[in-house]
């Protein structure tokens, strides 16, 4: 029995509007989408429907965690992408979905994070495996966030849930380790 492969340099959006839609990405070897049975397990975590959230997708990639979003009802997702080619196919599968909610930003996560003053939600943070990223940006997200707000972190290491958040979740597929936080109150 061969065993079926998902077309390369795509990913199928799971659920909400866009469901099934495939979500098109160049071929960069930094990029790794999230794996559609940790992206459902997410999604269950956060409550299948995003309506009216507002999120940031820091390190956005392929899209399928932003894109999942706004499928599934978010009003508002910030990509951040610091790979120009990577960035313009994000604004492409924005067009093609028609996604008036996406807002894809050319530039470096955690420069971003240190400058703009918005709040966020849901926040998703899958940076390269192969950095230290995941836990400096969750180090800078604090007063990023709204009340009740969560970040999902997917890593290769465990991320520590130090200092300003307590993890609600977390688990392991494969290599992938993926966490969801929220701000600890005093």
């Given at each position: 029995?061969t065993?079926?492969?998902?077309?390369?340099?795509?990913?199928?959006?799971?659920?909400?509007?866009?469901?099934s839609?495939?979500?098109k990405?160049?071929?960069?070897?930094?990029?790794?989408?999230?794996?559609?049975?940790?992206?459902e397990?997410?999604?269950?975590?956060?409550?299948?429907?995003?309506?009216?959230?507002?999120?940031?997708?820091?390190?956005?990639?392929?899209?399928?965690?932003?894109?999942?979003?706004?499928s599934?009802?978010?009003?508002?997702?910030?990509?951040?992408?610091?790979?120009?080619?990577?960035?313009?196919?994000?604004?492409?599968?924005?067009?093609e979905?028609?996604?008036?909610?996406?807002?894809?930003?050319?530039?470096?996560g955690?420069?971003?994070?240190r400058?703009?003053?918005?709040r966020?939600?849901?926040?998703?943070?899958?940076?390269?495996?192969?950095?230290?990223?995941a836990?400096?940006?969750?180090?800078?997200?604090?007063?990023?966030?709204?009340?009740?707000?969560?970040?999902?972190?997917?890593s290769?290491?465990?991320?520590?849930?130090?200092?300003?958040?307590?993890?609600?979740?977390?688990d392991r597929?494969?290599?992938?380790?993926?966490?969801?936080?929220?701000?600890a109150?005093?």
């Open positions: 029995m065993a079926v492969r998902r077309p390369a340099n795509r990913v199928r959006i799971i659920g909400g509007t866009w469901r839609r495939l979500v990405f160049p071929p960069t070897l930094e990029l790794r989408p999230t794996p559609d049975r940790v992206r397990t997410l999604f269950n975590w956060l409550g299948q429907r995003l309506d009216g959230c507002a999120c940031l997708d820091l390190f956005a990639g392929s899209g399928a965690l932003g894109f999942e979003a706004l599934r009802g978010a009003a508002r997702v910030v990509m951040v992408e610091r790979d120009r080619e990577v960035a313009q196919a994000l604004r492409a599968s924005a067009r979905l028609g996604a008036t909610g996406a807002h894809i930003v050319h530039g470096d955690l420069a971003w994070l400058t703009n003053t918005e966020f939600d849901v926040v998703f943070l899958d940076p390269p495996f192969a950095s230290d990223l836990q400096r940006a969750l180090d800078l997200l604090a007063p990023h966030m709204a009340a009740g707000g969560r970040v999902y972190v997917e290769a290491e465990p991320v520590a849930a130090a200092g300003a958040w307590r993890a609600l979740r977390e597929a494969g290599t992938v380790r993926y966490a969801l936080f929220e701000l109150t005093p």
